[in-house]
C-alpha cells in the first residue's frame, strides 16, 4: 500500500458517494452505513472548495485557489490530508506504473470505471484503488467446470479485469449448459472449455497479456493465484473430493468451491492450504457426525447418473456471481468470507446462511496445527449515530 503525501496528489472527492446535508453545517458524503462519513462543522467556503477537488488541480493550484476564496494558510493542505485519512478523497495520477498504464487505454479503462468506483469505496489509501484494479491485469484464475454456474463465473471474472481466465472441462456443450453471459446457444455441440475460454475472452475489456512459449518451456511460469471448483456433477458439488484438490493443496494454490446441488446453491469453503478447513476437514467431519454418510457418498458416486441435473438458472448465476464477488475480494488482497465456511441457499425461500467448515484434525492438509480455520473479513464500516455514518469533525478554518 502506498504512503500517503498530499504534498504529491492530485485530490479527488470520491465520486461513488453521493453528498447531503444532514443539517447547514454537517456534509455527509455516502448514503450506506457501511461507508457513509459526515463532515462537520463546516463552513460555506471549504463547503465550495470541495468542488474544486476534482482531479484537476495539484496542491498548488489548489493553495491559490484557498487564497482566492479566503481560506487560511494551510486549511487547504490541513483540509485534504484530513478527507485522505477519512478515505473521502482518491488520488488521480498515484498508483504506480501499471495504474498508468491502464489510465493510458482509455477505452478499457472506461469500461472498468464501476469496478473502480466500487474499489474506491473499501480502498483505504489514495490511489489503491486504480492500482488494485491494474494489479488484477497481471493476474491469472483458473475455472473448472464450465456448466451454468462455471460459464457465468469465468466471464464475470475476465469481465472485471482479470488479465488471464483459464477453463477446464471435458465433454461438448449442452442445450442445458447455455446461459445469458456463459456459454452462447451457437457453440451448443463445441467443447466445453473451448466454448468457455471464448466466451470469457468476449468479456474482457482487453486482451489478456502475452505469455511466451519460452516462459512456459522454462518452467518459470507463476502459477494460478486462484482456482474455482465449479463442477457440473452435483454430487461434487455436496461432497467435494478431497482427492481433486490434492495437488492445490500441495502447492498451497488457494482455491474455491461453488455450485448447485438440487436446488441449493453453494459457495465455498474457500480454501487457504494449510490455513482455512478445506473439502477433506468437510468430509472428515461429516464422517465424524455422521457415521453412514461415506456409505451414501459412495452409493450417490456409483448410482446411475441421471439424465438432467436441476441447475435452476437464476440460482446458478446467483451463485456465479457471488463466487465471482468472494474470488475478486481474494484477488484484492482481502480474505472472503467464505474461508472456512460454505454460504448455501435454497429454492424457494432463498435464505443465505452460512455452515462453517473447521480445520479438521484427522485431514492431512495441516490447517488444524495453525488453529486458523475460523479466519474472517472484519467489515470496515463502523455503526454509529447518524445513519451508521462515520463522522469527522475539524474541518472549519
Given amino acids: 500500500m502506498q504512503q500517503m503525501d498530499p504534498q504529491s496528489m492530485v485530490p479527488i472527492v470520491k465520486p461513488a458517494l453521493r453528498r447531503g446535508w444532514r443539517d447547514r453545517t454537517t456534509l455527509q458524503f455516502g448514503m450506506t452505513p457501511a461507508h457513509a462519513v459526515t463532515l462537520g462543522p463546516m463552513d460555506p467556503a471549504t463547503a465550495s472548495f470541495l468542488d474544486l477537488l476534482n482531479g484537476t488541480r495539484g496542491p498548488a493550484l489548489l493553495r491559490e485557489e484557498g487564497r482566492r476564496m479566503d481560506l487560511p494558510d494551510g486549511h487547504v493542505d490541513a483540509l485534504v490530508e484530513r478527507l485522505a485519512r477519512s478515505g473521502l478523497v482518491d488520488d488521480a495520477r498515484a498508483g504506480g506504473p501499471a495504474a498508468d498504464a491502464l489510465r493510458a487505454k482509455k477505452e478499457v479503462l472506461d469500461r472498468l470505471r464501476p469496478d473502480l468506483a466500487s474499489l474506491s469505496l473499501t480502498a483505504s489509501e489514495p490511489g489503491e484503488a486504480i492500482?488494485?484494479?491494474?494489479?488484477?491485469?497481471?493476474?491469472?484464475?483458473?475455472?473448472?467446470?464450465?456448466?451454468?454456474?462455471?460459464?457465468?463465473?469465468?466471464?464475470?471474472?475476465?469481465g472485471a479485469g482479470v488479465g488471464e481466465v483459464d477453463v477446464r472441462d471435458v465433454g461438448r456443450v449442452e442445450p442445458g449448459d447455455v446461459a445469458p453471459g456463459g456459454l452462447p446457444s451457437e457453440s451448443v455441440g463445441d467443447r466445453r472449455d473451448e466454448a468457455a475460454r471464448r466466451a470469457a475472452r468476449r468479456s474482457a475489456p482487453d486482451r489478456p497479456p502475452?505469455?511466451?512459449?519460452?516462459?512456459?518451456?522454462?518452467?518459470?511460469?507463476?502459477?494460478?493465484?486462484?482456482?474455482?471448483?465449479?463442477?457440473?456433477?452435483?454430487?461434487?458439488?455436496?461432497?467435494?473430493?478431497?482427492?481433486?484438490?490434492?495437488?492445490?493443496?500441495?502447492?498451497?494454490?488457494?482455491?474455491?468451491?461453488?455450485?448447485?446441488?438440487?436446488?441449493?446453491?453453494?459457495?465455498?469453503?474457500?480454501?487457504?492450504?494449510?490455513?482455512?478447513?478445506?473439502?477433506?476437514?468437510?468430509?472428515?467431519?461429516?464422517?465424524?457426525?455422521?457415521?453412514?454418510?461415506?456409505?451414501?457418498?459412495?452409493?450417490?458416486?456409483?448410482?446411475?447418473?441421471?439424465?438432467?441435473?436441476?441447475?435452476?438458472?437464476?440460482?446458478?448465476?446467483?451463485?456465479?456471481?457471488?463466487?465471482?464477488?468472494?474470488?475478486?475480494?481474494?484477488?484484492?488482497?482481502?480474505?472472503?468470507?467464505?474461508?472456512?465456511?460454505?454460504?448455501?441457499?435454497?429454492?424457494?425461500?432463498?435464505?443465505?446462511?452460512?455452515?462453517?467448515?473447521?480445520?479438521?484434525?484427522?485431514?492431512?492438509?495441516?490447517?488444524?496445527?495453525?488453529?486458523?480455520?475460523?479466519?474472517?473479513?472484519?467489515?470496515?464500516?463502523?455503526?454509529?449515530?447518524?445513519?451508521?455514518?462515520?463522522?469527522?469533525?475539524?474541518?472549519?478554518?
Avoid at 215 to 224: A, I, M, N, Q
Fill in 131 to 158: 492500482g488494485l484494479l491494474a494489479a488484477r491485469r497481471s493476474l491469472r484464475v483458473q475455472v473448472r467446470g464450465a456448466g451454468r454456474v462455471g460459464g457465468v463465473l469465468a466471464s464475470l471474472l475476465s
Fill in 210 to 397: 502475452r505469455r511466451t512459449s519460452r516462459t512456459r518451456l522454462e518452467g518459470d511460469d507463476p502459477g494460478f493465484s486462484l482456482v474455482i471448483l465449479t463442477p457440473r456433477d452435483d454430487v461434487d458439488v455436496h461432497a467435494p473430493a478431497p482427492s481433486a484438490a490434492d495437488p492445490l493443496i500441495a502447492s498451497g494454490t488457494p482455491h474455491l468451491y461453488a455450485g448447485v446441488v438440487e436446488g441449493t446453491g453453494v459457495v465455498g469453503p474457500f480454501v487457504l492450504p494449510g490455513e482455512t478447513g478445506c473439502a477433506g476437514c468437510l468430509h472428515e467431519a461429516r464422517t465424524e457426525r455422521d457415521q453412514a454418510w461415506p456409505r451414501l457418498v459412495a452409493q450417490w458416486r456409483s448410482g446411475r447418473q441421471r439424465p438432467v441435473r436441476p441447475c435452476d438458472l437464476a440460482l446458478a448465476t446467483t451463485v456465479a456471481g457471488l463466487a465471482a464477488t468472494h474470488a475478486l475480494a481474494f484477488l484484492d488482497g482481502r480474505v472472503p468470507s467464505s474461508a472456512g465456511a460454505r454460504w448455501e441457499v435454497s429454492l424457494p425461500a432463498l435464505h443465505w446462511h452460512a455452515r462453517p467448515v473447521w480445520a479438521h484434525p484427522a485431514c492431512p492438509c495441516g490447517a488444524a496445527e495453525k488453529g486458523k480455520g475460523g479466519m474472517r473479513l472484519q467489515g470496515r464500516g463502523v455503526a454509529r449515530d447518524n445513519g451508521g455514518a462515520t463522522t469527522v469533525e475539524g474541518v472549519t478554518p
